[in-house]
């Protein structure tokens, strides 16, 4: 009898224990390796960066964060490998990343029968059009790219344009977008060259791009093609204007291609120009405060890629937050109800229709200028 009353009354005090919450367990998939790391390594260091700033204020909405990151080494089947050890080995409740749209759209079909929410952070618009309930991404649409490239090169009268892009998920799909959209504004693609992605000569190329005499060039890729682009054309004495996409947004472009980056035009989110924000936008106090934070812990300014992973941890916690619960359904059922979100590629505004949530007025127009980016619009 003594037994038994001790193990009531052990029972009733643990009525008045408060359980831990649930954790809020994140998996990543990024390139932290192989050539697409200049994008992958800034997104691991923000995500670990958030999870450690989160937890010291006592999680998100109180649950504790748990990061389970893995490398993909820039490889499509690393990538599917580590999505699907994160969904069936660590059962997260939402990923982030891949960091390469080729990458992304590779698993991008995993987590619909997995029902967890994938939250890329690469840019390619097929990874949000057509809509899949359980896939989101944070880059700017390189749709909203081309719109912003070309409405300049209008502006500027060049009629006659050429294109050079990579041969990978991300310059391909760029590719695309470029072909109907010069066609709707009865523009001339006068050349339309693609490259490896680790090819180390597109003089070929170029010279065929020459020859076509067009009144200005847009190259569309990630990695060391674009800095290959920029240093051939300027070894060829090629007067052409050159554009290229938010993907080589970094000042690792600027480094790598040296002198041959002056003149280099693109679209480019406000984190990359951060000092040139007016005071009174809406994203300049998140803008400062990450780059700050950032500087801080690892020596060096974030980049633009490394927002992308800021916006995707920034988005789930708002989701948890707002529908106070880690479930993968109510994180994903949130993601959708985004509103108004400030984050570093722009303002967030997610619905059924749309889930990515941003639209041309998240670019400026910048261009390098004595090895800097300086905004043009």
């Known amino acids: 009898m003594a037994r038994v009353l001790a193990i009531l009354l052990a029972l009733s005090a643990c009525l008045g224990c408060t359980r831990e919450p649930e954790p809020l367990k994140i998996g990543a998939v990024l390139s932290i390796t192989g050539p697409a790391a200049y994008l992958g390594e800034p997104e691991k260091n923000t995500l670990l960066m958030l999870q450690e700033e989160a937890n010291a204020r006592g999680g998100v909405g109180g649950h504790k964060v748990e990061l389970v990151i893995y490398d993909d080494g820039s490889d499509v089947s690393s990538a599917i490998q580590s999505a699907t050890r994160l969904i069936e080995e660590d059962r997260v409740a939402v990923v982030i990343g891949p960091s390469t749209s080729g990458n992304t759209l590779a698993v991008r079909q995993l987590f619909a029968p997995a029902r967890i929410p994938l939250v890329s952070c690469a840019a390619s618009e097929r990874i949000v059009k057509p809509v899949d309930p359980w896939v989101f991404s944070t880059p700017q649409l390189d749709r909203a790219a081309v719109t912003k490239i070309l409405a300049d090169a209008r502006r500027k009268g060049y009629a006659k344009l050429a294109s050079i892009s990579s041969a990978d998920g991300f310059g391909q799909s760029g590719r695309a977008v470029l072909q109907e959209l010069v066609r709707a504004q009865e523009l001339a693609l006068v050349a339309d060259e ?75 989110g406000r984190l990359a120009v951060v000092d040139q924000v007016p005071s009174g936008h809406p994203q300049k106090a998140l803008l400062a405060a990450y780059s700050q934070r950032y500087a801080q812990k690892y020596g060096t300014p974030p980049t633009t890629f490394g927002g992308y992973a800021f916006d995707a941890f920034m988005l789930v916690a708002t989701a948890v937050q707002a529908g106070k619960s880690v479930k993968p359904q109510d994180i994903r059922d949130n993601l959708e109800r985004t509103k108004g979100l400030a984050g570093t590629s722009g303002i967030f505004t997610m619905s059924t229709a749309d889930h990515n949530g941003l639209d041309e007025g998240a670019f400026l127009l910048v261009a390098v200028a004595g090895g800097q980016w300086k905004v043009l619009d």
Do not use: N
């Open 194 to 268: 693609v490259y490896g992605p680790s090819d180390t000569d597109v003089s070929v190329q170029l010279g065929r791009i020459r020859d076509a005499a067009p009144d200005a060039l847009i190259c569309w890729g990630i990695g060391p093609g674009p800095v290959t682009v920029a240093r051939t054309r300027a070894q060829m004495g090629l007067a052409i204007p050159l554009y290229m996409s938010h993907g080589v947004a970094s000042p690792k472009f600027i480094e790598q291609a040296g002198e041959s980056a002056e003149g280099v035009m693109l679209p480019a």
